[in-house]
């Protein structure tokens, strides 16, 4: 099921990990080169989504395999986070402008369209400044240099003497260090849809997530199925993440104010927040459980 969503990296049945930190960063280093032009061109959104996906699965192996890596100076995990946050909110935009235009926009009454027209022109006023922000970034000397440090590196890598283990031997030591703590996040327990405490947790889930890809190839299935089910509530809080920024960008934020109202997308807005938020109970509630939490455990301890 996972395997679809994967980079593919050649590797062998049991790597060392720095072998496996190699692959990683050979192919998103080269993925990152090869979007780079579609991403500037701006003809097509998926691009960029392509690219911050790399962006991210780069600076996570970096970060994940730091204790393995000797890698120069320059090449540090921030500056891809720098990077990153320039692209984000071009791809921010790019998705609340697909929403607003489909499914919502069609069914307004007609005075709600004329108002959602004119934060439809502000949204994209504020897109085109990210975007030449974007490409400030994606251009930059520091970002340009990273990624050929990390091109000439990989054609004589160096490691730790941990790089040089074997990987299976520590796979239960990958998983403790990645899911550390997972489970005592206020983000579980919160009772608000809007609250900074989910927000946070999205984020430390997505982190999980982009951990464990690399060694998911090596894991069990049975542990296949419960980063699914982490995949799936990392989507679910991105969508009630989603929808409390635009809510807030176009009905409620200060310079939204002399707007006229829109209490039907306001309404449709709302109804989707309370089906996430629904959905996300039901899914927090069964992954904090006492069950699942053992058997994590379990799973863990048998690697």
Do not use: C
């Amino acid at each position: 099921m996972l395997a679809a969503d994967l980079p593919i990296l050649p590797l062998d049945d049991d790597p060392t990990i720095g072998d496996l930190a190699l692959g990683l960063i050979q192919q998103q280093v080269r993925r990152l080169g090869q979007l780079h032009h579609q991403v500037l061109t701006d003809a097509d959104p998926e691009a960029l989504h392509k690219l911050r996906i790399s962006l991210r699965r780069l600076r996570t192996g970096l970060e994940v395999f730091a204790p393995a890596l000797v890698v120069p100076e320059g090449v540090q995990a921030t500056r891809l986070a720098r990077v990153a946050r320039r692209t984000g909110l071009t791809r921010d935009l790019d998705v609340f402008q697909e929403r607003l235009e489909h499914p919502w926009w069609p069914p307004l009454p007609e005075n709600e369209q004329l108002s959602l027209e004119k934060a439809m022109a502000r949204l994209k006023r504020d897109r085109r400044q990210a975007f030449d922000s974007m490409v400030e970034a994606l251009n930059g000397g520091r970002y340009l240099k990273l990624l050929a440090l990390l091109s000439q590196w990989q054609a004589a890598p160096s490691f730790t003497a941990l790089g040089q283990q074997r990987l299976k031997p520590w796979l239960m030591d990958w998983m403790g260090h990645l899911g550390h703590g997972l489970f005592l996040h206020n983000g579980w327990f919160v009772e608000d849809p809007a609250a900074e405490a989910l927000h946070e947790l999205r984020k430390r889930i997505k982190g999980l997530r982009y951990g464990l890809e690399p060694f998911i190839p090596f894991l069990p299935i049975t542990i296949h199925g419960w980063i699914g089910e982490i995949k799936q509530a990392q989507a679910v809080l991105g969508e009630l993440h989603d929808l409390t920024v635009l809510e807030d960008s176009l009905l409620t934020h200060p310079l939204r104010r002399k707007a006229s109202p829109m209490p039907t997308l306001h309404l449709a807005i709302s109804q989707k927040q309370e089906q996430y938020w629904q959905q996300w109970q039901a899914q927090a509630g069964q992954l904090s459980s006492d069950t699942n939490r053992q058997n994590l455990h379990r799973l863990i301890l048998a690697l």
